[in-house]
């Protein structure tokens, strides 16, 4: 008897499973079929990295695994199996798509092209795997192995890998029907919320934000949660017509309380990163006194561009004035809006807008070592479907890529057949 090896999910976890399966060996053993409910698989893949598809990250092992936050220690034993080189290797030697390293150790295809990739991996496994599209699964049940209901019918399985993602981008087809399937074969799913998301600036942020959209700057920016600090970050942060996005921002977005409504949440940015308030202050007394017929919103635009200048003279009531006669109060003010400027937050960032979903599958209830299901024997959970979400840069594609090896190597360890 063959062993029927059953994919839910085509999004980067499932197709990555389907190449460590054929990579590994599975035709001679097995059948492989995937099913996927968008007419055409990997439809978020193909959004990835601005469309151009960052695959992985090349640092140290030892250093990645930190950009996973909580789960940095679940995730280590798959990185160390299937790490990054390992994820250049099968990109560049096993399916024939080249890649190159970018700032920050981030790999791109020499395309430049996502689709490319996805088609890549599509084609891939096209021999050895039967895939379903268009085909919904609507249940999973434990029956003569796994029975999977879908709109175009029937499936058993004898193993079955769950990788229907998370709920973030869900016109991309990642609508949380993880966490249903997961939940209902008795998993723990921990609430999901965003992260790697732009964050929503309120009523008295809104006008500011928008008056910058566009401009972008480097700060260290802090988010506070009824008068605490509970994260900082330091990067570029873009203003938007809605409030703030840019790397850090949306780094710290995973941070933001999902329950913020009538609470004191706010991101606190310093504009001027690595000089103390002080020192920027004895700055400024110098400007000032060096140039008296200069106006203040100019000689900040030595520190931050002169859109962002202007709107700190606006915002503080300095609009218009010059350094001389500048009264101490208002340095003061000019002082606090460059190291303390406060953005505040109109509810928990928009999932539906995050490039990951924080929260899933209780990593608990998972064998790091396999992916497979610590309540479900036979069942392996991989990518967004699990509490697992990295930091922007190729962590959360290699993240799936590493699951999928594991739950590849560890179905195809088992002789069912
Ligand atoms: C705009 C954007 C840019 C990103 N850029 C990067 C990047 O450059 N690098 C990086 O590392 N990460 C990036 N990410 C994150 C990365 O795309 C995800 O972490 C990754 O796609 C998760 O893979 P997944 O297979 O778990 O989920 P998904 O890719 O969401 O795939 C899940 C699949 O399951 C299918 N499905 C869901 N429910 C059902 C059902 N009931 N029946 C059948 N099929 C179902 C869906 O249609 C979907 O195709 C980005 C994310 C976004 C949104």
């Known amino acids: 008897m063959r062993n029927r090896i059953g994919i839910i999910g085509g999004g980067a976890a499932g197709l990555f499973a389907a190449c460590q399966l054929n990579r590994l060996g599975v035709s001679e053993n097995a059948d492989v ?15 990835t990295g601005h469309g151009r598809c960052n695959i992985t990250n090349r640092k140290e092992v030892s250093r990645l695994k930190e950009g996973y936050h909580e789960a940095s220690n679940f995730i280590y034993p798959a990185l160390m199996e299937f790490g990054p080189e390992d994820t250049v290797s099968f990109f560049e030697n096993v399916i024939g798509l080249k890649v190159k390293e970018e700032d920050n150790n981030r790999i791109f295809p020499v395309s430049d ?66 966490y249903r399937f997961a939940g209902s074969l008795g998993h723990t799913v921990i609430p999901v919320r965003a992260a790697l998301a732009p964050v929503n600036a ?25 008068g605490k600090k509970t994260a900082s970050m330091s990067g570029v942060v873009l203003f938007a017509g809605f409030g703030l996005t840019g790397p850090s921002v949306m780094e710290i977005s995973r941070e933001v309380p999902s329950d913020i409504d009538g609470k004191d949440v706010y991101l ?17 007394i110098d400007l000032i006194g060096g140039h008296p017929d200069t106006k203040i919103a100019t000689l900040l635009s030595g520190f931050i561009p002169q859109s962002a200048a202007s709107a700190i003279t606006e915002r503080t009531g300095c609009e218009g004035l010059y350094a001389q006669g500048f009264p101490k109060d208002n340095r003061k003010k000019i002082c606090r809006a460059m190291k303390h400027l406060r953005i505040g937050l109109k509810g928990a960032p928009d999932l539906n807008a995050a490039y990951v979903t924080r929260g899933g599958v209780s990593l608990k209830e998972v064998d790091r070592k396999t992916m497979e299901s610590r309540r479900v024997p036979g069942l392996y959970i991989i990518g967004e479907a699990l509490d697992i979400d990295g930091i922007s840069g190729g962590y959360n594609l290699q993240a799936c890529m590493s699951e999928a090896y594991l739950a ?10």
């Open 33 to 47: 079929t995937l099913i996927e409910k968008n007419n055409i698989p990997g439809k978020k893949l193909t959004l």
């Open 113 to 178: 092209s996502a689709v490319k990739v996805r088609d890549a991996l599509v084609s891939y496994i096209s021999d050895c795997s039967k895939i379903i599209c268009g085909a919904e699964v609507s249940s999973i049940s434990i029956k003569d192995g796994f029975e999977v209901t879908t709109s175009k019918g029937q499936y058993h399985f004898d193993q079955l890998i769950l990788s229907c993602g998370g709920s973030s981008f869900r016109e991309t087809g990642s609508s949380g029907d993880s």
């Open 202 to 226: 309120d009523d008295g942020s809104l006008g500011f934000c928008r008056a910058l959209s566009g401009v972008s700057l480097d700060a260290d920016i802090s988010l506070y949660c009824e």
């Open 268 to 284: 606190e940015l310093d504009l001027v990163p690595g000089t103390s308030d002080e020192e920027f202050d004895r700055k400024l």
């Open 408 to 417: 590849a190597k560890a179905i195809l360890s088992k002789k069912i057949c």
